[in-house]
């Protein structure tokens, strides 16, 4: 097993197990001959954004899809507050990459969907999907359909969905991907906001090391196939930093720049 690595921008206690929504222990998985996962073990600070960074191919989603309860490993184990992960449940959320939205429904029935299945009143699972949706700019844009919605507008009904089931942690798998570098850069801005205010665990999946380090409380990097987690990074002293000073902040500058460094070699 290949023992991570932890770097901080500032010295921090370590954290203590009760203070993890998510631990991963020991896991493996493959497909076939593929092996994609070894004997990855990580701890997901509880109300924190940890981010899963590493070359295509390394497992990221894997690994999330598993923690969601969507796919099981062939070792080792997910716990979630203290309790083995057997399949999905109420306790996690995911946040599609592709949206994964109704296209028959309007965008309060779309936010309102988890809910629904939940069998809860009508009235009350529409007054919660309202306020996400305010909650994610979308005021206004209640009875309109996915095919009205622009990329950035979609994605934003999907990140609603997942809040209004009020799950303890959210999984959300390159959910920024599809839109522009501006749209991009103000979803960052609005996530680390849901991050200070909501109260939850983020597991967050991104190629960017930019993005990465911007939004980021913890930052796993990890090997190529068979994917263990080599370094852990705690970029600290961002976390207090005014968002429009980040990107021009010189430790952000190094984290972004030692992050590359050990990326390079696995980059063909």
């Not at 932890?6 to 497909?31: C, F, H, L, W």
């Not at 200070?196 to 796993?220: C, G, L, P, R, W």
Request: glycine content about 6%; charged content about 25%; proline content about 6%.
């Amino acid at each position: 097993m290949v023992m991570p690595q932890i770097k901080e921008a500032v010295n921090v206690p370590d954290m203590p197990q009760s203070d993890n929504a998510v631990v991963a222990r020991g896991i493996s998985k493959t497909y076939g001959e593929v092996e994609a996962l070894r004997d990855l073990s990580l701890e997901f600070p509880r109300g924190q954004l940890t981010s899963l960074l590493g070359p295509s191919g390394c497992g990221k989603t894997t690994l999330l899809k598993i923690i969601a309860g969507l796919l099981k490993p062939n070792s080792g184990e997910i716990e979630v507050n203290g309790k083995p992960v057997k399949g999905p449940g109420p306790d996690r959320a995911f946040v599609f990459q592709d949206f994964a939205l109704m296209p028959w429904a309007n965008v309060l029935r779309n936010v309102a969907f988890g809910l629904e299945l939940r069998g809860v009143a009508t009235s009350e699972r529409e007054a919660i999907a309202e306020k996400y949706i305010a909650e994610v700019g979308l005021a206004g844009f209640e009875k309109s359909y996915p095919h009205q919605l622009s990329g950035g507008m979609r994605q934003r009904v999907g990140l609603a969905r997942a809040l209004s089931v009020d799950a303890d942690v959210l999984l959300m798998d390159e959910p920024f991907s599809a839109v522009d570098e501006q749209t991009r850069r103000k979803f960052q801005e609005d996530l680390l906001n849901l991050v200070q205010h909501e109260n939850k665990t983020f597991i967050f999946v991104t190629h960017s090391i930019e993005e990465a380090v911007y939004v980021s409380d913890q930052i796993a990097i990890l090997l190529p196939r068979p994917s263990r987690v080599s370094e852990i990074i705690r970029p600290t002293d961002l976390r207090h930093k005014n968002v429009d000073n980040i990107r021009r902040d010189p430790e952000y500058l190094d984290i972004v720049d030692s992050i590359w460094a050990s990326l390079r070699s696995y980059v063909e």
